[in-house]
């Protein structure tokens, strides 16, 4: 079985302030993870994503993240927030058996001005 | 590459009333994925298609659900006799096979009344 914690509903942040989106996660094989992000009504937009080498992995709008296999752990981070950062963001995983992704609850990120 | 393209995008129906949904897949993607959201959740898996056979149903699926691919192409979800339980985001997504991660549509939106 797959699963992911996200264990903030909400993360608040000032504008140009770092921002860190939490997630762990549980497979039993050798997980494939993912970055969502989804605005008021629409859809997810892909962000980035970690299959295997380099544990810090950048992808759109400047945003990385950072795996570690002994924390089980997928932290979205950014180095500087925008006020239009501000969304529901969500951390899936898929097990190498899987074809499937499994989703964590979602984080709302607030960035104030 | 125009996107994944769901219709409609919203729905209000009432209880007892039968409802299909339809998902168009980035052209070139031979997999296509149905997940429901409900309001402060992530997205939860239904079903899977890798070009029209359905290859994985989820215990969420029950059997007033039923989703088809005849082509593998577009394909079709159908909720028969619907309940207020069913109200939700019915996110597609789609992905190739040399490509793990999927890519959503903007959902259709169901309201059972």
């Known amino acids: 079985a797959q699963s992911v914690a996200q264990p903030e509903d909400q993360v608040n942040v000032a504008e140009g302030n770092p921002l860190t989106v939490k997630c762990t996660y549980s497979?039993?094989?050798?997980?494939?993870l993912f970055w969502y992000v989804q605005y008021p009504n629409r859809g997810l937009q892909f962000l980035l994503k970690y299959i295997t080498g380099d544990n810090l992995v950048k992808g759109s709008y400047g945003f990385e993240a950072e795996f570690n296999k002994s924390q089980t752990s997928f932290h979205l981070k950014k180095p500087s927030a925008l006020v239009s950062d501000s969304a529901l963001y969500f951390c899936?995983?898929?097990?190498?058996?899987?074809?499937?992704?499994?989703f964590g609850k979602g984080t709302m990120l607030l960035v104030s001005p | 590459d125009t996107g994944v393209s769901q219709d409609p995008r919203h729905k209000i129906t009432k209880r007892g009333q039968n409802v299909t949904f339809r998902c168009d897949p980035i052209?070139?993607?031979?997999?296509l994925y149905w997940y429901r959201q409900t309001l402060g959740q992530g997205p939860e898996f239904l079903t899977y298609?890798?070009?029209?056979?359905?290859?994985?149903k989820s215990r969420l699926l029950s059997d007033r659900f039923s989703a088809e691919r005849p082509k593998g192409s577009f394909s079709t979800l159908e909720i028969q006799r619907t309940e207020q339980g069913d109200s939700a985001m019915y996110l597609c997504?789609?992905?190739?096979?040399?490509?793990?991660?999927?890519?959503f549509g903007q959902g259709t939106r169901l309201t059972v009344v």
């Open positions: 899936a995983v898929r097990d190498l058996g899987y074809s499937t992704l499994t």
């Open positions: 997504a789609s992905s190739s096979q040399g490509k793990t991660e999927a890519f």
């Open positions: 298609f890798q070009n029209e056979a359905q290859l994985e």
């Open positions: 052209s070139e993607h031979n997999r």
């Open positions: 497979v039993s094989g050798n997980p494939y």
